[in-house]
């Protein structure tokens, strides 16, 4: 007896080959009926005995495509029409509940056509299929449909027709599909926008051998890039780029190129191969800093990557000779290139050709362009492996946005606007939040038309008009003045959100977790709820509900946010604190303040108190003579970390105090480290093992006089990996549980979803 089912299928099945999984089931299961994609995901009517019927149903979300999530899958019967055959039908647009895919590598099926000369798409630029290539960055709106992405002005042509049409072809409705003879073209330029006459790929290669810098278009925007092994090459990238000495990520063509450069593991070579293919930071090889002069000077990890487009891969098979077949990929390849962001002077990606031009004028030498735009600007993702656990974001970004946060309960939609650095924006649908890819910094024109940018695609692409607008305390952001303005221009509440109650919220939203923690908050500087400047908070928070049970003991802030940039004004503060303001000046003998330096304490000229625990890092890192100057955000930090590697931290009994009212000082470990005498490499390592020691047991306090044992650990200092994981260690052996940061940064790039999460709180969902 025939039966009928409705079913839809909801997650992220468009754009990746969901319609002709479901077609080639539905023929294996004799199954008539059709299916189509919505703006709710995939719909689905099937007719059949109901004993198949019920196979299909099970099988649809166990054998799903690679690249699909499958959120839900949901049925009920209908009445049979007779239908004949199963079909895929035209795609509908109505309201949107379902989500794009993001940009993924170039998978291995495409690889072996990408370099087989009898394949007609052989070198082709622009290879993809279901399983692979642009979704995110190309697409304009839902339903995802070619007539809605950069790829509506190409024509197919008839054998791409017939590829694009056949559900048993692993390119059908495959959106950005396109040959050498139908899709875009390559184009070398040289500095001046000339078009350069041959092979694009042969000509680019050639001048990064010569030493030149080339603009090369990537997926969500253009890269930067020069020889890494030429440091003269390399030295030039950050003269043009003013980019003194924050580190660059390199690429290689597989893992075995990057041999005595970094220590690949089985969970770095993992994250390396993986679809979303984010810069991976390993630890260096002893003489990487010999091979690649000026990449990452004084630290101790590399950034590293591997080719995602079609574009970078051929970049390497032209100097690998271009061999044929698949071969070549495992084998050691000597090319190693710099792949660093095309963003002059801290200002978004550049994603536009004539932007390019314009914009890297005076920095780069030639220009790799395509015809295909960029829709969405999205910068590469930075993760940490950490040995067996889930990797930590620094930023997340492409491979992984538009990838939704599931959350524990749904909601009215919120629009969350972020903080003032490593801003991103949240928008909730439901019990989803879609976090943006990473924005950056507000502190440039280019970054608040970014930021605007993002807000209206986002509102668009998920087709949502929100109900209230959360967004930081502080008065001065202009994520802040932003949501003011929107607001009253639509009549929409907005809600404030302290900054490390943001940092902890976002925590539980990822984790679906909704009773009461201990919040710890551990990053630079956000404003408290009493104007204060706060950064090592121990927090009790119930949703949106936040008490501060205690803090960091301050330490003044002299010249404000200058002593970020200037961490020997943090070590002067510490020394000031510890009644030893005179050797303020001799210590820091090149720093033409240093003699004035404790008067301004003295009098309190702009030397505002803080609890900051990133800048107690600054403190500690200039006592012991790592970095005096921060040339980019957290050098001393990170340098301080480099210096700690491998040596063994011993932990300095009674180097801290616990007051009655919460207020853990560390003021003594600061006293220790500015007498030490020890190796510096041994002193940063008694640093991070003390502090680790004296936060595990300031948050045991609290869990005790609570009756609280969950903990979760939130802020930028948590990128740390040695305190991250004694401190860990110290919740474990103290019997508490600790939530961290899993798809999401522990830096303020998680922000927006903490806010979004409190206002769904403060709504009473």
């Known amino acids: 007896m025939s039966a009928a089912q409705h079913i839809r299928v909801s997650g992220i099945v468009q754009g990746v080959g969901f319609r002709p999984f479901v077609w080639r089931l539905a023929h294996d299961l004799h199954l008539a009926g059709w299916v189509r994609n919505d703006s709710r995901g995939v719909e689905i009517t099937a007719e059949g005995p109901q004993a198949q019927l019920y196979a299909l149903i099970e099988r649809l979300q166990r054998e799903a495509p690679p690249r699909a999530r499958v959120d839900a899958v949901t049925a009920h019967p209908v009445a049979p029409e007779g239908l004949d055959g199963f079909r895929i039908v035209e795609s509908t647009s109505t309201r949107c509940a379902t989500a794009i895919g993001a940009d993924t590598a170039v998978c291995t099926d495409c690889l072996g056509e990408l370099f087989d000369p009898l394949e007609r798409r052989w070198r082709h630029a622009f290879i993809t299929c279901t399983h692979c290539g642009p979704r ?43 040959c050498p003879h139908c899709g875009p073209k390559l184009r070398l330029l040289d500095a001046a926008g000339l078009e350069i006459t041959g092979d694009p790929v042969a000509a680019t290669l050639e001048r990064l051998r010569g030493g030149a810098i080339v603009a090369i278009k990537g997926l969500g925007g253009y890269h930067l890039a020069c020889d890494a092994r030429n440091a003269t090459a390399v030295a030039a990238l950050r003269a043009r780029k003013d980019r003194e000495a924050k580190p ?130 999205c910068d590469d993702s930075v993760v ?20 939704a946060i599931r959350l524990a309960a749904s909601g009215p939609p919120v629009l969350a606007v972020g903080a003032l650095l490593k801003n991103t924006v949240c928008v909730t649908r439901a019990d989803e939040a879609f976090v943006s890819q990473h924005i950056g910094d507000l502190d440039n024109a280019a970054s608040l038309r970014f ?51 943001a940092h902890v919220a976002a925590v539980l939203a990822e984790h679906r977790h909704r009773e009461p923690v201990i919040g710890v908050a551990l990053d630079g500087i956000g404003l408290g709820t009493d104007g204060g400047a706060w950064g090592g908070e121990l927090l009790v928070v119930d949703g949106a509900r936040m008490r501060r049970a205690g803090h960091l003991a301050t330490l003044p802030l002299p010249g404000g946010d200058r002593a970020a940039r200037e961490p020997w004004r943090m070590a002067g503060a510490a020394l000031y604190q510890l009644g030893r303001g005179a050797e303020i000046a001799t210590r820091f003998p090149r720093q033409r303040a240093a003699g004035q330096l404790a008067e301004l304490i003295e ?69 220790l480290l500015a007498d030490s005498r020890a190796e510096p490499s041994a002193a940063a390592a008694l640093f991070h093992a003390t502090l680790a020691a004296a936060l595990g047991a300031w948050i045991a306090g609290a869990a005790a006089r609570t009756g609280i044992s969950t903990v979760v650990l939130s802020g930028g200092c948590l990128l740390n990996g040695i305190l991250r994981e ?21 830096n303020d790039g998680a922000i927006s979803v903490g806010q979004a999460w409190v206002a769904l709180c403060a709504g009473e969902v």
């Open 451 to 501: 930021f605007e940018e993002s807000v209206q695609h986002l509102l668009t692409i998920l087709e949502v008009e929100p109900q209230v607008i959360a967004h930081d305390l502080h008065p001065d952001f202009h994520s802040t003045s932003f949501a003011a303005t929107l607001g009253a221009a639509r009549a929409i509440p907005t809600i404030g959100v302290q900054h490390h109650h």
């Open 384 to 403: 940490i492996a950490r040995g067996g656990a889930a990797p930590a974001f620094v930023r997340r970004a492409r491979g992984y946005t538009p990838q």
């Open 603 to 671: 009098r309190g000229v702009r030397c505002p108190p803080t609890s900051s625990l990133g800048r107690l890092f600054d403190a500690a890192a200039a006592l012991l003579g790592v970095a005096e100057v921060s040339r980019f955000e957290a050098e001393a930090a990170m340098r301080l970390e480099s210096l700690a590697h491998g040596a063994r931290g011993e932990i300095a009994a009674g180097a801290w105090r616990i007051d009655a009212d919460g207020t853990l000082d560390l003021l003594p470990l600061l006293g």
């Open 726 to 746: 004694r401190l860990e260690a110290a919740l474990r052996l103290a019997g508490l549980r600790a939530l961290c940061p899993i798809n999401l940064p522990p």
């Open 248 to 377: 660059l990520a390199i690429m290689a063509a597989n893992a075995a190129s990057l041999a005595g450069l970094a220590v690949l593991d089985a969970d770095v070579e993992r994250l390396l191969n993986s679809a979303e293919r984010p810069i991976v930071l390993a630890p260096k090889c002893s003489g990487a800093d010999r091979e690649l002069d000026g990449i990452a000077p004084g630290l101790a990890s590399l950034g590293v990557m591997l080719p995602t487009t079609p574009i970078q891969w051929l970049l390497f098979h032209e100097d690998a000779g271009r061999p044929a077949g698949l071969a070549w990929l495992t084998e050691a390849q000597p090319l190693v290139l710099v792949m660093t962001s095309a963003n002059p002077g801290g200002e978004p990606l550049v994603t536009g050709d004539a932007e390019a031009i314009e914009r890297l004028t005076g920095i780069a030498d030639a220009y790799l362009q395509h015809d295909r735009s960029i829709v969405v600007r």
């Open 136 to 178: 995110y960055t190309i697409a304009h709106g839902l339903p995802y449909d070619r007539s809605r992405t950069s790829m509506s002005g190409f024509a197919l042509c008839a054998e791409c027709s017939r590829e694009y049409a056949d559900p048993s072809d692993r390119r059908f409705h495959a959106e950005p599909i396109a």
